[in-house]
């Protein structure tokens, strides 16, 4: 039996959705912007799909909003990229953001998805989740293919299973600590991974950035990124393993800026926000106790480069307010 009654989008779902709409319309911009200075074809072919895909997404959530009477998010357009900029990332920088941009993706349209009530909103999410694992697997695959995919440390493999005996194993600054864990191991290595490619980045926009204020800002943030990937890479140094490695070397001299002040901005914020969180996983799954506390530092420092950022969007009039609940106080008034 069909009914005929129509359900209203749920806050989770309109935030969902508006987030969406934000994050492609920024992608969008940034996906314009590699394809005229990308020079491998391969690399390219990956751009190209995931801007089709992207611009059918903003489509879609145009569509559902409109159907909803609601209002249409500004997000980014074509004033904020400028694709005749001179080439400001090499192609391997590129190859990397694209291969994470996947991964990134994977985990905030998961979020999304168990969000969804409505059929049409879970269904629209499913369709993000197969396009991102599409996107990563073909960009890991493709970095493998270049030698430039970076393998975490291998593990040895154990005669037989066993079980922890000693309070020690929570140890991290005293007395018998022991070696790192698998899991600790790949988050160590996934968020120095993160921390290269965003230092790579925002090195680009510290170059390129109109405002004194917004340059001064990325330059910050430049420091704080290059700081926490020597964090991650010594621990590993100190257990005799392997890291990724700094690839701010490949971001060109150009002062050109491809992009506005404000997209840059709203990147490093999403950036920082999606750290944040990552560096939160990290601490659930991390039981050596000196590894909580660092990662708590370092969570604490990022949290506060991410509100100083939110200051700076706002006095320049550039963050859109997201889908919140009344006021009833105001409204009683």
């Known amino acids: 039996m069909e009914s005929n009654h129509h359900t209203k989008l749920t806050s989770a779902e309109i935030s969902s959705l508006w987030t969406s709409y934000q994050a492609s319309t920024m992608v969008i911009c940034g996906v314009k912007y590699f394809l005229a200075t990308v020079d491998d074809d391969n690399i390219h072919k990956l751009l190209q799909y995931a801007l089709d895909f992207t611009q059918k997404r903003i489509q879609t959530i145009t569509q559902i909003l409109k159907k909803e009477n609601y209002p249409i998010p500004v997000g980014f357009t074509d004033q904020d990229v400028d694709t005749k900029a001179p080439r400001l990332y090499s192609d391997s920088i590129i190859l990397w953001y694209m291969m994470n941009m996947g991964r990134f993706s994977l985990t905030g349209e998961s979020l999304f998805y168990s969000f969804s009530a409505r059929d049409d909103i879970a269904h629209f999410y499913l369709e993000c989740l197969d396009q991102s694992k599409k996107l990563a697997d073909e960009g890991r695959k493709l970095a493998i293919e270049k030698g430039i995919f970076i393998r975490a440390p291998y593990l040895p493999i154990p005669d037989q299973v066993d079980f922890v005996k000693k309070q020690s194993f929570l140890n991290g600054w005293l007395g018998d600590r022991r070696p790192l864990l698998g899991i600790e191991i790949a988050n160590l290595v996934y968020n120095a991974e993160r921390n290269s490619l965003g230092a790579a980045l925002i090195a680009g926009f510290s170059q390129v950035a109109k ?123």
């Open 211 to 333: 405002s004194k204020e917004v340059r001064q800002y990325m330059v910050r943030g430049r420091e704080i990124s290059g700081k926490h990937f020597e964090v991650f890479s010594k621990v590993l140094y100190k257990e005799n393993l392997s890291t990724t490695k700094n690839i701010t070397s490949e971001v060109s001299e150009s002062t050109v800026s491809p992009f506005s002040d404000k997209l840059m901005m709203f990147h490093i914020a999403g950036l920082v926000a999606s750290g944040i969180g990552q560096y939160g996983t990290a601490i659930s799954t991390s039981p050596r106790r000196d590894l909580g506390v660092m990662y708590t530092r370092l969570m604490v420092e990022i949290a506060k480069y991410a509100e100083d950022g939110a200051k700076i969007l706002i006095n320049n009039g550039w963050m859109e307010q997201p889908p919140m609940a009344a006021d009833r106080d105001e409204l009683a008034k």
